[in-house]
């Protein structure tokens, strides 16, 4: 499975983006899917996550209410919309992805990953 980001950029504090990425499989709404992060000098860090289905979402605290994970099945796509962009958002992005993950917060649990998207949040 090979997973392509795209969509990231620089933007002002207070902006917004949406990060896409599309992979490479007929099966994959058979995919828990989830955009992970790594800013400079740490760790990677999750960020959202959604079900196959797309029925169930998954945030870290630090994102919720300001980003949006979906996804559309029948684009093999799944999408992170981020609003109310903060400095400490910045980082390169991953998606991610996994046949049933048992934890969908924790980023080792997922077998696929894409090559990341950079988002920068200028002050």
């Known amino acids: 499975v090979q997973l392509q980001a795209s969509g990231g950029g620089v933007v002002q504090t207070g902006g917004s983006l949406r990060l896409s990425c599309a992979a490479s499989?007929?099966?994959?709404?058979?995919?828990?899917m989830a955009w992970i992060r790594r800013a400079p000098g740490k760790e990677r860090e999750f960020v959202a996550a959604?079900?196959?289905?797309?029925?169930?979402?998954y945030y870290a605290d630090s994102v919720k209410d300001r980003f949006t994970i979906s996804r559309d099945n029948a684009k093999n796509t799944v999408y992170l919309q981020m609003s109310s962009l903060k400095p400490e958002d910045t980082g390169v992005y991953y998606c991610?992805?996994?046949?049933?993950?048992?934890?969908?917060?924790?980023?080792?649990?997922?077998?696929?990953w894409g090559q990341g998207t950079q988002v920068t949040v200028s002050s």
């Open positions: 991610a992805g996994r046949n049933n993950v048992v934890s969908p917060r924790a980023p080792e649990n997922y077998q696929y």
């Open positions: 959604i079900h196959r289905t797309g029925g169930n979402t």
């Open positions: 499989t007929r099966t994959f709404s058979s995919y828990e």
